[in-house]
């Protein structure tokens, strides 16, 4: 158990599956106590569950990050299960690949970037007031390797991963006089649910050899950015993408 995170209340979006389970996992292993959030309802009691059953405590809640609503309500749970909300990890993801610019559908423009750039923002603006009225807390938002370059037939998400990493700059510049630190992970090629829509060649592009890392090496460096061991970084994107980038 880390010091860091002992009694410690946290939520996490997109926590049913994938880069999310695996960082709300580590966080109760670390002391913690998580929110799990997510639109899949049975995903997320089935973490809470998982959770429990290693001497953690989690409470799950349906949402859906599109709506402002459920960003407050995500919030208010963690007082009200909690007593308490130290940090939120704003991770829950959509993708949307294989069509040219010119070729993406109204509707799944706007429901990638519905999930990936409306949702960390609602969630992050329900945050902030509340960390605000604290002067202390700690968000971290997950981007990707798309929050850096163009990504054949990705235009969606591209533009909304880009949009990530806007935000959690602006946050970290506003909000660190305020005791509040914001940052973000850019993930390479994971083995997650999303990852199923690519293919082989898309893969390649993205990651050398094509080989997808673990959610667990990305819940590392999540649960690292909310630590106090990383008190001194706010308005940063960490990649974690085994140098995919130098490529």
């Known amino acids: 158990m880390n010091e860091n995170f002992a009694g410690k209340a946290f939520i996490v979006t997109g926590a049913g599956s994938g880069i999310g389970r695996a960082t709300a996992l580590r966080l109760s292993r670390e002391g913690g106590r998580v929110v799990v959030g997510d639109l899949d309802a049975d995903s997320a009691r089935r973490v809470a569950a998982e959770i429990a059953d290693a001497g953690g405590t989690a409470h799950p809640l349906t949402i859906d990050v599109r ?14 299960e909690f007593g308490r909300l130290d940090g939120a990890v704003n991770n829950a993801g959509a993708a ?23 949702g960390v923002f609602f969630g992050m603006r329900a945050q902030l007031r509340h960390f605000c009225s604290l002067r202390a807390g700690v968000i971290v938002n997950v981007s990707s390797l798309a929050g850096y370059k163009a ?7 591209v533009a909304a991963k880009h949009g990530v990493i806007g935000l959690t700059r602006q946050a970290g ?9 914001v940052n973000a992970v850019a993930p390479g090629l994971v083995d997650t649910p999303i990852v199923g829509v690519l293919t082989d060649d ?5 990651q050398p050899g094509g080989k997808a890392g673990r959610p667990e090496q990305i819940a590392n460096a999540i649960v690292w950015l909310l630590s106090d061991e990383a008190s001194f970084v706010a308005g940063e994107t960490m990649l974690v993408d085994a140098a995919a980038l130098q490529k």
């Open 202 to 206: 898309m893969k390649a592009t993205i």
């Open 67 to 80: 709506l402002e609503s459920d960003a407050d309500a995500l919030v208010q749970c963690a007082l009200e």
């Open 173 to 181: 510049l506003e909000y660190i006089r305020d005791g509040i630190r």
């Open 151 to 157: 990504g054949y037939g990705q235009g969606s998400y």
């Open 96 to 118: 949307h690949v294989g069509a040219r610019l010119h070729e993406i559908a109204t509707e799944n423009w706007r429901h990638v970037t519905g999930v990936v750039l409306d």
